[in-house]
Every structure is written in C-alpha cells, then in structure tokens.
C-alpha cells in the first residue's frame, strides 16, 4: 500500500471511530505505524491536581500505564509548559519543555521512559483549559531514533484529524474532569456549601452541606428546597435567592448574611453569593444555580491567627515568629537575613514546626495559616 493510499485509508478510520469509540484503540495502532513510532497516547493532564486521565494508548504496556497514572505524572518535567503549547502544534518535548541532558538525568525519564526503552516523542495540544490539557503523544524507541522531519510531517498531517473526530465523538470533556476536581476540593471544606436555583431548590451540595442536612439541625431540605427552621429566617432566605435570580443589585458582589439558630441552641452564619449570569454559564449543567450559600458555625471572640496557631499547636514565640516569616518572606535564608539570625537556627525551629504542626514542607506551613485565617476553614 502506498503512503498515500495509507493516508486516505487511516484517516476514514479515524472518524468511523468518532461513531463507534470501540474503534480508536485500533486507530492509535495505525497511527503510529504511518507516523513511524512504536507507541501513541492520549491523556489529559491537571495542572492543579497533578493527575492523569488516560483516554486510549497502543504500545505501552499495562503496567506503565497503571504506574504513569498513579505515580509518574506527577513528576513528569514536561508539564506545565506544554500547556502552552497552541492547538494542533506539533513539538518535541525533548528540548523544547527540558534539555535533553537534564530530561535524562530525572526521576520521570528513569523511572517511566528509559525501562520501556523509549528515545524520543512529539505530541500536539487537541484541547486545552486554563488548568487542563489534553494531548495526542507518539514515542519512539532506541531501535527507530530520534524524530525527524518526515515523522513530524507524517504526525502534523494526522493530529487536526484525530482532533475533529475526537470532538465528534466527545471523547474528551475537560469541564468534566475540571468539575470533577472541584467537587472533591469542595468536599474537604468544614463548611456546608450549596448550589441553590432561584427557588432554593439545591443544585449541588458537598459533603458537610448534605450532612447538615441530614442531621436536620441548622437546615432542612424539603421537596429539595434548602431552608431555615426557623419561617422568618427561612423567608430571608428564600428572599435573597430570588434576588439573585434576578440579578437583583442590591446583594451586591459580596451577598448577605442571614444569622441562623440550631435546635440545639447553638449560632451558625449562612452567607449567600451570588452567581453572575457569566459564571452561571461556565457552570454548564449547574446554570440554573444563581447563587452559593457558605453555612458555617459563629464562633464569637475568635482568637486572632497567631494567637489561634500557637494555642493549637503549643509553639513557642520564636516558632510562631519563624513560621510567618516564612509565610511573608519566604526561604530559609531570607527569614535568617530578615531575623537576624543563622540560617542553621532557623533550620532548627523550622524542624519543630513541622513536628508540632504534623507536616514536612514549607508550603504546608502556607496552607496552615491561611486556613486559620479564612473563617470558612475554622
């Protein structure tokens, strides 16, 4: 077969499989093989999360696949420069992200790339977001060389295809993988959050807002409305999420806040935000919600961060003085240049925060005080 008559043939393969998805595994087959490589991918990768989606891949072993997705994506040197790359661009990661000499030298090329006895790839952007990329990738390996032009051109005639097809079919849907990571973020908040329609009626809650619920003691959901136990409280609510709808300009950017009372007694806030028509948008299967509601406990005369963080982790003033420097400074050798002190002791109380505070990294420490001092986190 001539490579014309390859060409014609592979890429009437490629969209019979934007109709029946059975078909790509095959399609990735041929594809390397006009290509000129040993194996090909596609996989999405999160920039926020670290984490992998493997959509299809022919000639790399199970085994690598399982290991790539859960351990050696996150350390892969490509990312995230080439989530800049444009659309349908071919490039070689292999100088343009990492030099070939420091690529050799990683964890990623050591563990992942040389065991399979790869060389060289090429891969192009199908589909992109702000924090998401989704590529098409073609290796090869020690027996076939580096790539070179007649691959790259070989491989620049076959990817706005595999892009079209794949778009036909829907194969990739990064809102949904996006929406899938903010849901589990959300999930980690100790404060009830809900989606609500004009109505009230709740779109999406986490889990601390279903518990809520559940327990029946600060807020019900009947009929799968959100309300208060109390009517009048429950009408203020109801009141702002009409607003809301309406894009009613007197909640402002910031919303209001209705003051809720538990059966037990105890005080709990509920802050409403609401949505503009353009987030209300981007929400896709969530834009009938027109507003966010944060339900969190009060808690009166809260003690002031530091204050809170050295009565909750024992620290003493030095630890407390060394741990927002470097939140606000930085490094070891800028908070010892700023306190006047050694680097070495400043090592020394960076030691002992980490045990006290049960962590091992500087951006821990980071994450420590800003949850201390964001009242949804308390």
Same mark, same amino acid.
């Given at each position: ?222 009929? +799968?409305? &959100? ?7 429950? %009408? *203020?609510? !109801?009141?702002?999420?009409? #607003? @809301? ?105 960076? +030691?002992? &925060? ?7 990294? %500087? *951006?821990? !420490?980071?994450?420590?005080? #800003? @949850? ?7």
């Amino acid at each position: 077969m001539s490579d014309l008559e390859q060409f014609s043939e592979l890429i009437g393969d490629i969209y019979d499989a934007s109709l029946d998805p059975s078909l790509w595994p095959g399609v990735f087959s041929d594809a390397r093989n006009f290509i000129g490589a040993s194996a090909a991918t596609l996989a999405s990768h999160d920039m926020v999360q670290r984490g992998t989606t493997v959509f299809y891949n022919w000639g790399i072993a199970p085994g690598y696949e399982k290991i790539y997705i859960e351990s050696c994506s996150r350390i892969n040197p490509f990312f995230p420069t080439a989530i800049f790359f444009d659309l349908e661009t071919v490039h070689a990661p292999v100088p343009e992200c990492v030099p070939r000499n420091e690529f050799c030298h990683s964890r990623f090329a050591k563990e992942w790339v040389a065991p399979q006895g790869f060389i060289d790839t090429l891969m192009s952007n199908l589909e992109k977001s702000a924090i998401s990329c989704a590529g098409f990738w073609v290796f090869r390996r020690f027996n076939e060389g580096f790539a070179d032009d007649e691959m790259r051109r070989r491989f620049a005639l076959v990817v706005p295809h595999v892009r079209r097809a794949l778009a036909i079919g829907q194969v990739i849907d990064l809102k949904k993988v996006e929406a899938a990571a903010l849901a589990d973020s959300l999930d980690t908040l100790p404060a009830g959050m809900f989606l609500v329609d004009a109505f009230g009626r709740i779109v999406h809650a986490n889990l601390c807002g279903h518990a809520m619920v559940s327990e029946g003691n600060v807020l019900n959901a009947r009929g +799968g409305k &959100l309300g208060a136990l109390d009517p009048g409280v429950n %009408q *203020a609510l !109801l009141d702002a999420f009409t #607003a @809301a709808g309406r894009g009613d300009g007197s909640m402002g950017r910031k919303g209001l806040a209705v003051a809720l009372k538990a059966r037990d007694g105890s005080r709990y806030v509920a802050n409403v935000l609401p949505l503009a028509s353009g987030a209300r948008r981007q929400a896709g299967v969530l834009y009938s919600a027109v507003a966010t509601v944060f339900v969190y406990k009060a808690v009166l005369d809260l003690a002031s961060p530091p204050e809170a963080i050295a009565n909750e982790f024992k620290l003493t003033s030095r630890e407390l003085q060394v741990l927002f420097a470097i939140v606000e400074v930085g490094g070891v050798p800028e908070v010892a240049e700023v306190l006047g002190v050694s680097a070495e002791t400043v090592k020394t109380h960076l +030691g002992r &925060l980490f045990d006290k505070t049960r962590t091992s990294r %500087q *951006a821990d !420490l980071v994450k420590l005080v #800003a @949850a201390f001092s964001n009242p949804l986190l308390r």
